[in-house]
T-cell receptor
Framework: DAGITQSPRYKITETGRQVTLMCHQT?????MFWYRQDLGHGLRLIYY???????DKGEVPDGYVVSRSKTENFPLTLESATRSQTSVYFC???????????FGPGTRLTVL | QQQVKQSPQSLIVQKGGISIINCAYE??????FPWYQQFPGKGPALLIA?????SEKKEGRFTISFNKSAKQFSLHIMDSQPGDSATYFC?????????????FGTGTRLQVTL
């Protein structure tokens, strides 16, 4: 499928478990981003990547780990999930020259 | 440090009316000023954007007005329609460094009534 995809779309897990959210884009965009969206907070940047093997922290990185071994993939891992990480997670990508970010459909994560 | 301030938080407009949403920013390295539209259950999508070399851009019923000296830009929706009911985010950014991290406003929930 062309564009940007996320999997799974819905996930329920328990406190303390490790969870990985996947993000894949087909445009070969250099930049990729992970956001979480919570009521009252809008979209907050967790991590971003300027290229393969280059990642940097965003506004709320604690409790999350990212990697980017390939340009097209940018997985987000919650090493030990907590209830406060219950949220909707969006992945996005954009090209080198700035401009529009393209968002995936989101993953709704519930941590019990 | 909050770099982007968006107002109002919510807005109710009658069909056919004008909706106005404002965004103030601090980072002078920003050179891309977009508005994203998000419907429930969907990811945000670009609605309209402006570069700092122009003060206004119009696309159909949607207009961005940009005031570089005041570090503000706004979204005007003319002849608002029920289908415009959504949440709108400003998200200024730059091309490199810390400015390349998209910073979203907290969003404006627009409801257009019949």
């Amino acid at each position: 499928d062309a564009g940007i995809t996320q999997s799974p779309r819905y996930k329920i897990t328990e406190t303390g478990r490790q969870v990985t959210l996947m993000c894949h884009q087909t445009w070969s965009h250099s930049y990729m981003f992970w956001y979480r969206q919570d009521l009252g907070h809008g979209l907050r940047l967790i991590y971003y990547s300027a290229a393969a093997d280059i990642t940097d922290k965003g506004e709320v990185p604690d409790g999350y780990v990212v990697s980017r071994s390939k340009t097209e993939n940018f997985p987000l891992t919650l090493e030990s999930a907590t209830r406060s990480q219950t949220s909707v997670y969006f992945c996005a990508s954009r090209g080198n020259l700035g401009g529009e970010q393209f968002f995936g459909p989101g993953t709704r994560l519930t941590v019990l | 440090q909050q770099q982007v301030k968006q107002s109002p938080q919510s807005l109710i407009v009658q069909k056919g009316g004008i909706s106005i949403i404002n965004c103030a920013y601090e980072n002078t390295a920003f050179d891309y000023f977009p508005w994203y539209q998000q419907f429930p259950g969907k990811g945000p999508a670009l609605l309209i954007a402006i570069r700092p070399d122009v003060s206004e851009k119009k696309e159909g019923r949607f207009t961005i007005s940009f005031n570089k000296s005041a570090k503000q830009f706004s979204l005007h929706i003319m002849d608002s329609q029920p289908g415009d009911s959504a949440t709108y985010f400003c998200a200024p950014s730059g091309r490199t460094g810390t400015a390349s991290k998209l910073t979203f406003g907290t969003g404006t929930r627009l409801q257009v009534t019949l």
